[in-house]
T-cell receptor
Framework: TQLLEQSPQFLSIQEGENLTVYCNSS?????LQWYRQEPGEGPVLLVT?????EVKKLKRLTFQFGDARKDSSLHITAAQPGDTGLYLC??????FGAGTILRVKS | GAGVSQSPRYKVAKRGQDVALRCDPI?????LFWYQQALGQGPEFLTY????????KSGLPSDRFFAERPEGSVSTLKIQRTQQEDSAVYLC?????????????FGSGTRLTVV
């Protein structure tokens, strides 16, 4: 089983602050996805990264895939209350991390 | 439909009762997955279908759990003799790609509460 570890588990910040969420594994993945989940809903796909070292931007969100394709990060610039949710990373072998609960206070 | 549809949204079952959870994937999606999610945690894999074939059921927690997708579209997850530890949100996801390497589309889930 490929284990994906996410950190931090919980993050509470003020509106306008920057933050980074990490997803790490000892295994190599051919692809990795990031999802955001709100209460009472299913996870929604944000991005898929495939190439080692790849950087993808989605408005204020920046995703990076590690060179060795074992880790990834999600950086949010100037966080807003609407960014609040559970952020999940998932590997191509049907495994999810435990998630990072983000709360952005106004 | 435009998205993955799950029914019912909420289910309360008495301990020992059998339940059936339904998933309507996006039309044409060959891959279908079931996950179990505890509050505030990431989804835990249960089983995976490619069309009508159940290719992986290693995540099913016991022989009380059974899933089927007889015609390669709609899938049903059945739990027999429910126990309190079965209380969770059950998520269904589908993907156009084999194995979901390019991401899944999730339904809103079924919240099962066993009392």
């Amino acid at each position: 089983t490929q284990l994906l570890e996410q950190s931090p588990q919980f993050l509470s910040i003020q509106e306008g602050e920057n933050l980074t969420v990490y997803c790490n594994s000892s295994s190599v993945f051919s692809s990795l996805q990031w999802y955001r989940q709100e209460p009472g809903e299913g996870p929604v796909l944000l991005v898929t990264v495939v190439t080692g070292g790849e950087v993808k931007k989605l408005k204020r969100l920046t995703f990076q895939f590690g060179d060795a394709r074992k880790d990834s990060s999600l950086h949010i610039t100037a966080a807003q209350p609407g960014d609040t949710g559970l952020y999940l990373c998932a590997g191509n072998k049907l495994v999810f991390g435990a998630g990072t609960i983000l709360r952005v206070k106004s | 439909g435009a998205g993955v549809s799950q029914s019912p949204r909420y289910k309360v079952a008495k301990r020992g009762q059998d339940v059936a959870l339904r998933c309507d994937p996006i039309s044409g999606h060959v891959s279908l997955f079931w996950y179990q999610q505890a509050l505030g945690q990431g989804p835990e894999f249960l089983t995976y279908f490619q069309n009508e074939a159940q290719l992986d059921k290693s995540g099913l927690p016991s022989d009380r759990f059974f899933a089927e997708r007889p015609e390669g579209s709609v899938s049903t997850l059945k739990i027999q003799r429910t126990q309190q530890e079965d209380s969770a949100v059950y998520l269904c996801a589908s993907s156009f790609s084999l194995g979901g390497n390019y991401g899944y589309t999730f339904g809103s889930g079924t919240r099962l509460t066993v009392v």
